[in-house]
């Protein structure tokens, strides 16, 4: 939706809850209830044995308290426990739904919500709309006995004329892709210089082993979330650079030693670290566009490709739906209006034939 914003005289407003202490705080006998109509009776059976005549022990340094019962809340510590809380929590959400008034026509296209665990967005082209709605969803919410932490409440408006949004955390992300792509450099010279000793003991540890724990402690603190950057050749390039230079570090190669970037390519088994977010984008794509076309992601890239379709004058911003679009025509396939949308959706629907086609770069 951002890439909107900046191609397209469009802008739109994100309302972001937290709530305290979620897990603590749902209503056991509503989450039962909920559940009555998601499992069978034998589920439902095994979920009432986990969730009643629960004890707690408080523990404070050796010293533990006796124990007393616990009726609110999910038992954390396990896979079940954030199923149950994702369950609970779509049900109270669709009842605030029910609650919230008409949303505003300009919103048509523009999705309504995002979640994930306990953090939910609310998006509108109306600032006002949003305010108004904000009590009626911290009331609904409390009713399901979950809380809206108002100190964690964020207000970011997503436009061209402004700022602030480019430094908004999502998913442990920067909504702007350059500004994320300087954070993640700056955790990934950390995680590398947390190791450095392991890299200087070259006689001990072989560049194999090296290469392999570069591969899995350190790369994927550089990449992570890659499939969602749009950025520039220049700023591809000064990653290439960066990630060269942390395995010139590794394999002990410093000036005045030289070695070409396709030896150095060869020794670690790896390649320009462009390539990889380039596919790791493309395999995005075959992800997302295989949700239901009523999902997030789908309204956002369907809200991009639909009327009003009035650019602005200038060169566009490279964004993430521009670079997407510019992938999809080194394989051959436009990506410029509807039709072409659906025709992608398509051909991601079939794994292998979406594979053959993220390999198909021209």
């Given at each position: ?98 609650h919230l008034p008409p949303r505003p026509e300009s ?34 919410l409390e009713s399901w006995s979950l809380y809206v ?127 990889e977010v380039h596919r790791r984008r493309m395999t ?79």
């Amino acid at each position: 939706m951002s890439a909107k914003t900046q191609r397209h005289p469009f802008t739109y407003h994100m309302l972001g809850i937290d709530m305290s202490r979620a897990f603590d705080t749902i209503n056991r006998q509503r989450l039962l209830e909920v559940m009555d109509g998601v499992v069978g009776p034998d589920e439902r059976k095994l979920l009432r044995l986990l969730l009643e005549r629960t004890t707690l022990v408080v523990r404070v340094g050796q010293a533990t308290s006796e124990s007393f019962s616990n009726t609110v809340g999910t038992p954390q510590g396990d896979g079940l426990s954030p199923v149950l809380f994702t369950c609970y929590l779509e049900a109270a959400l669709r009842d605030v739904l029910s609650h919230l008034p008409p949303r505003p026509e300009s919103d048509r296209l523009l999705p309504h919500e995002s979640r994930y665990a306990d953090d939910v967005n609310y998006y509108s082209t109306s600032l006002d709309w949003l305010r108004a709605a904000l009590p009626i969803i911290a009331k609904v919410l409390e009713s399901w006995s979950l809380y809206v932490n108002t100190q964690k409440t964020e207000w970011v408006t997503v436009s061209s004329t402004t700022e602030n949004w480019k430094t908004v955390k999502q998913l442990g992300s920067l909504m702007a892709t350059n500004e994320d792509i300087q954070r993640r450099k700056q955790w990934a010279t950390i995680a590398f210089k947390n190791m450095y000793t392991l890299w200087l003991r070259r006689e001990h540890v072989s560049e194999a082993r090296r290469v392999r724990l570069y591969n899995a402690y350190v790369l994927p603190t550089l990449l992570y979330n890659c499939c969602t950057w749009g950025s520039t050749k220049a700023v591809s390039d000064k990653l290439d650079v960066f990630h060269r230079q942390q395995l010139r570090s590794l394999l002990g190669i410093h000036y005045p030693n030289r070695i070409t970037n396709i030896e150095l390519y060869r020794r670690c088994q790896s390649q320009p670290i462009s390539e990889e977010v380039h596919r790791r984008r493309m395999t995005m794509l075959g992800h997302v566009l295989r949700l239901p076309e009523d999902t997030p992601p789908q309204q956002a890239m369907a809200l991009y490709f639909n009327p009003p379709n009035t650019a602005k004058p200038g060169r566009p911003l490279t964004t993430l739906v521009t670079q997407i679009q510019q992938d999809c025509v080194h394989r051959q396939t436009p990506l410029k209006r509807s039709p072409h949308l659906q025709s992608l959706r398509q051909k991601a629907s079939d794994r292998q034939v979406w594979k053959a086609f993220v390999k198909n770069a021209q």
